[in-house]
């Protein structure tokens, strides 16, 4: 079972910047090969998928983050990143990193990492 901890997140103010990782472990094999996502979920509301990363190489974004946020990955490092420049105070909430074909299993998801934006 492949388990994912996610790190990076703080207080930080309009405009600027953080980035996020997402380290996997456990039984995972061919890293690569597996498409990832960033989520979010902020206080009273759904979780969302942020950002997406395929096997490929393609990404896709929410329409809120297109052009300040960016998804990469280190398969070496069997790590996934969120670069988040720009933020805004709406960009708070708890980002989570998860397999889009696991995000329906509640025991899939990591404990999240906190990013407030605010002056």
């Known amino acids: 079972q492949v388990q994912f901890v996610e790190s990076g997140g703080g207080l930080v103010e309009p405009g600027g910047s953080l980035r996020l990782s997402c380290a996997a472990s456990?039984?995972?094999?061919?890293?690569?090969?597996?498409?990832m996502g960033w989520y979010r979920q902020a206080p009273g509301k759904q979780r969302e998928l942020v950002a997406a990363?395929?096997?490929?190489?393609?990404?896709n974004y929410l329409d809120s983050v297109k052009g300040r946020f960016t998804i990469s990955r280190d398969s070496a490092q069997n790590t996934v990143y969120l670069q988040m420049n720009s933020l805004k105070p709406e960009d708070t909430a708890v980002y989570y990193c998860?397999?889009?074909?696991?995000?329906?299993?509640?025991?899939?998801w990591g404990q999240g990492t906190q990013v407030t934006v605010s002056s």
């Open positions: 990363l395929t096997s490929g190489g393609e990404t």
């Open positions: 998860n397999r889009p074909k696991s995000a329906s299993n509640p025991a899939s």
């Open positions: 456990g039984s995972i094999f061919g890293f690569r090969f597996i498409d």
